[in-house]
Structures are given as C-alpha cells and as structure tokens.
C-alpha cells in the first residue's frame, strides 16, 4: 500500500449519519492534512493535525492521529448532501533536503438525502 | 479575495501543439506547484517552486516544463502534448515552502489531448 492510503474507497450514507474514512501511511510525518475535492473541481483544505497532536476538531469535522499505528480518521457528523465529495489525506514525507505531500488516492463519499 | 486562478480551464487541442497553463496566485506564497490528476492514480506532482527562479521536479515532469520569474505566476508549459498528457491539472500554493502545510489549490484545468 502507498502512504497516504484512504479506506473505504466509496462510502454511501443517508442525511445526518456520521461518516468516517481513514487514512494509513507508512514513514514519520509532521502532520497529516485533510482535503475535499467536490467533482471535478480543486482541493479544498479541511484540516491539519499535527504530529504531537491525537485530535483535532473543525465544525462538524473530528479527526484523530495515531502515530503509534501510524493511521489517521476523519469523521464527519450530521452529513448533509453537500458533503457529497472525495476526501484526501496528504502526509508529508522527507524528500532529500526538502520536504513532499504524498498523497492518497481518496475515499468518495455520497451522501443520500 | 485569497485565491488561485488557472487559464483556462478547459482545453483540446493536437499532439504537438505547444500550450501553456497559467496560474496565478494573489497571497504572495512563495512555494507554488502542479499536480495532475488521473482516475487511479490519484494527484500526482509535476514541478514545484520553491521561489522566484528556483523550480524543480516532482515525480511525473516528463514532457513539461515551468518557469518562475514572478512569485505571483507558475506557468505550466506543455512544448508537444502528447495523447497520454490528457488530464486534469492543478496548481496549488502554500504559504511555507518547508513545512508542507495547507495547501491552496486552484479550480483545475481538464485538458484533452487528441
């Protein structure tokens, strides 16, 4: 599997149920972000957790960080249908000198009203 | 309002006919970038910059090329497109070249190579 893994890949829920997807990665990180992609259309940022940090809330966003597992959730409570989106996580990853987002390849969400 | 722009946002056109993407960004960021995106693959990083003059390549730079001469543009240069180059492109910036932090993405560029 690739860092920045998502799992499931496609989610269907009804109006005001809580959706949770994940995220695994595979080397240390600073943080972890999350990012909505509505079709066809750019990312938009969700959330940034930081390494030293286990949870992190936004709205109606919860997102934790295992860094022991090293695997991260993103729940979204009281879904509408504008929720309906993909959701990526990106990790970041040493790369040379520099640093690089690798990312995932995104859980699709549908959220039915 | 904070924001990045792509032109243009849709685009066909022939193997071998130069085209460029442009992208601009209005938050003075210094780190700036350009992802395609394609079914399977997820996004996946062309080039990236980060700062005046000072560009270099992601993973997948075969067949493109980039220039920074101004912090507020990151165009994206395809010299001969190729059928294999269509996809969906996007440029992102960030305020901190090192950190990897929030992203800033524009609203995509769906290319069409025939």
């Known amino acids: 599997s690739q860092q920045g893994e998502e799992d499931p890949q496609a989610l269907s829920i009804q109006e005001g149920e809580n959706a949770t997807m994940n995220c695994s990665y595979k080397t240390s990180i600073n943080n972890l972000q999350w990012y909505r992609q509505n079709s066809g259309r750019g990312l938009v940022h969700l959330i940034l957790i930081r390494s030293n940090e286990r949870e992190k809330h936004s709205g109606r966003l919860r997102v934790t960080l295992d860094t022991s597992k090293k695997s991260s959730s993103l729940l979204i409570t009281a879904s509408r249908a504008a929720d309906t989106a993909s959701y990526f996580c990106?990790?970041?990853?040493?790369?040379?000198?520099?640093?690089?987002?690798?990312w995932g390849l995104g859980t699709s969400l549908a959220v039915n009203p | 309002e904070a924001q990045v722009t792509q032109n243009p946002r849709y685009l066909i056109t022939v193997t071998g006919k130069k085209l460029t993407v442009t992208c601009s960004q209005n938050m003075n960021h210094e780190y700036m970038s350009w992802y395609r995106q394609d079914p399977g693959l997820g996004l996946r990083q062309i080039y990236y910059s980060m700062n005046v003059e000072v560009t270099d390549k992601g993973d997948v730079p075969e067949g493109y090329k980039v220039s920074r001469k101004e912090k507020r543009n990151f165009p994206l240069i395809l010299e001969s497109p190729s059928p294999n180059q269509t996809s969906l492109y996007f440029c992102?910036?960030?305020?901190?070249?090192?950190?990897?932090?929030?992203?800033?993405f524009g609203p995509g560029t769906r290319l069409l190579v025939l």
């Open positions: 990106a990790t970041d990853a040493k790369a040379g000198n520099n640093r690089k987002l690798i």
């Open positions: 992102a910036s960030s305020a901190d070249r090192g950190r990897q932090e929030t992203q800033y």
